[in-house]
Structure formats: C-alpha cells, structure tokens
Nanobody, 123 residues
Framework: QVQLVESGGGLVQAGGSLRLSCAAS????????MGWFRQAPGKERESVSTINRSGISTYYADSVKGRFTISRDNAQNTVYLQMDSLRPEDTADYYC????????????????WGAGTRVTVSS
C-alpha cells in the first residue's frame, strides 16, 4: 500500500508560480513511476506529467510543456510539480498517482491516488 498526500495548491495570479508536493508513505516509493493529473470543473481528468522510477525519464502534456517541471526525491519519498507561467486554464484539482510504469500512468492507470489539491489561477 502507498498513501499519497498532495500539498502546495492555492490561488495565484496569471503568470505566477506554484510548487506542488506529493508525499508518499508506505513501502517502495522508488518502485513506482509517479504522475500528476488534473481535473478542471466539467472536464475529464487529464495526465499532466509523469516521471519514471529513477527520475531520468519524464513526460509532459503539450499544454504544460516548457512551463511545468516534474521531479522526485526518492530519499524523501516525494514527487514535485513546479508550475511556472501559470494560466487561468491551469485552474483545476491536481492529483498525484503512483503506477507501475509511465506508460500506464500516461493513460490514467494509477495504482494509488492522492485526494488532490486545488489550484486556482486568476486572470
């Protein structure tokens, strides 16, 4: 079992930055690929970014490429999402997930999910 707790969400003006954190407890954090997802009101959940077990391989949705950076610290059992140049369309609930592979996470197939943290970007 892996428990995931997100933090770092909040209200920010367009152009600003936020750093989301996802702390994992349980066993074998480094055995899982990790990902960030978001769901805006009235929209389906979408994959934002993923990172493999070692942190070497990453994926970004086109909508966030060049603005968001995913990273992980396996010693601290934490994955981060640095969000810069935020736009109103980034407003959503953000979730982290642990999965067996980046391939599965990109397709929304996470094994464990956090409860989410809300990000609101004002124009």
């Amino acid at each position: 079992q892996v428990q995931l707790v997100e933090s770092g969400g909040g209200l920010v003006q367009a152009g600003g930055s936020l750093r989301l954190s996802c702390a994992a407890s349980g066993r074998s954090f480094s055995s899982y690929a990790m990902g960030w997802f978001r769901q805006a009101p009235g929209k389906e959940r979408e994959s934002v970014s993923t990172i493999n077990r070692s942190g070497i391989s990453t994926y970004y949705a086109d909508s966030v490429k060049g603005r968001f950076t995913i990273s992980r610290d396996n010693a601290q059992n934490t994955v981060y999402l640095q969000m810069d140049s935020l736009r109103p369309e980034d407003t959503a609930d953000y979730y982290c997930a642990a999965g067996l592979s980046e391939f599965q996470l990109i397709r929304g197939r996470g094994n464990y999910w956090g409860a989410g943290t809300r990000v609101t970007v004002s124009s």
